[in-house]
């Protein structure tokens, strides 16, 4: 009998010591996606995402028709078979319209995201990692930044900027006749990305920066100093990696607002204009029409929302992963 109950000790020591040894390989990553994939709003935040993604490098190939083709004998045309969600006012289907201002949304919401990253996370690191007066200029230029209203700075931009842009491609398409000049509408974009990365780095650089200042402090980067590691070499190696996490939830959730942000813009008509297909100004479009052809103003504010929502879900649910004091059980 004790033979029997020292083999069934020695068994469940063996399974204890194997479990262990398990959690001790997993990492962080691999932790935050068996959490994820456990929260059903999050994965659906995903799929829409992947779709919406799709539809801005693919939707305009697979659209029935040119965003662009304009049939004045079928305007205002309600959702049917041959125009799946009506025709505007210059007979132009909006299911392609929707499909192409989804590539206007995911180029704003990526490079205006991306500029900022790089803008925040440079900020945010030499701020923590130097300290001093380093970190109280950078800090009072983020505060300062900040202080401004978001809109405010972005139309400030936007108007302040493409008018002498303008003027002056004007002026060299008189003097040198290339029809290059002639042709300002990418104008629109470079300015809403450059608004939408004034405004969205501060939040970025105060969150890396308390990052790096709560994990200059661990034992791993106190030893690197100890062994002489450079600054360079551990803002790189140690400091940079492990704020990884709460940097993924802010950009994540930065997207969505970026894609609210140009959509507002659009919507004032300080960001990207006609031809171009933009779902806040195919809403600005509809406003005088709205009442009587409700069709028009649906389509891109259901865009909007349903992105929107999927952004939030998918940052909340990234930040349940990868922030262990939020994890579901």
């Not at 262990?20 to 997993?26: C, G, K, N």
């Amino acid at each position: 009998m004790s033979t029997a109950s020292e083999v069934s000790a020695a068994q469940a020591k063996t399974i204890q010591i194997t479990q262990t040894l398990a959690l001790e390989q997993r990492t962080l990553w691999q932790d935050a996606v068996r959490q994820f994939v456990k929260n059903w709003l999050a994965i659906g935040g995903l799929i829409v995402i992947t779709l919406f993604i799709f539809a801005a490098f693919f939707g305009p190939y697979v659209a029935p028709y040119d965003f662009l083709d304009q049939d004045l004998s079928n305007t205002l045309q309600t959702p049917s078979a041959e125009h799946w969600l009506g025709t505007d006012d210059l007979g132009r289907d909006i299911f392609s319209r929707v499909l192409h201002g989804a590539r206007t949304a995911a180029l704003v919401s990526l490079s205006s995201t991306a500029v900022s990253l790089l803008i925040g996370v440079g900020v945010g690191t030499m701020a923590g990692f130097a300290g001093g007066r380093v970190d109280q200029f950078l800090m009072w230029l983020s505060d300062l930044v900040q202080s401004i209203p978001n809109l405010l700075l972005a139309i400030l931009v936007n108007t302040a900027l493409k008018r002498p842009i303008v003027d002056w491609f004007d002026a060299l398409y008189e003097r040198t006749r290339n029809p290059v000049f002639l042709n300002t509408l990418w104008l629109d974009f470079v300015l809403v990305f450059g608004a939408l990365a004034l405004i969205g780095w501060p939040g970025l650089a105060r969150l890396i920066r308390g990052q790096v200042l709560s994990i200059s402090q661990t034992d791993y980067v106190l030893a690197a100093r100890a062994l002489g590691a450079s600054r360079p070499r551990i803002m790189i190696r140690h400091i940079v990696p492990n704020a990884l996490g709460p940097l993924v939830v802010a950009v994540s959730q930065g997207m969505g607002g970026a894609i609210l942000a140009e959509s507002g813009l659009s919507f004032l008509g300080m960001g990207v204009q006609p031809p171009n297909a933009s779902w806040g100004s195919m809403l600005n479009k509809s406003l005088s029409m709205w009442q009587i052809y409700p069709h028009l103003m649906v389509a891109p504010a259901v865009a909007i929302g349903i992105v929107q929502v999927a952004f939030i879900f998918f940052g909340d649910g990234l930040n349940d992963a990868l922030n262990p004091r939020y994890r579901r059980q």
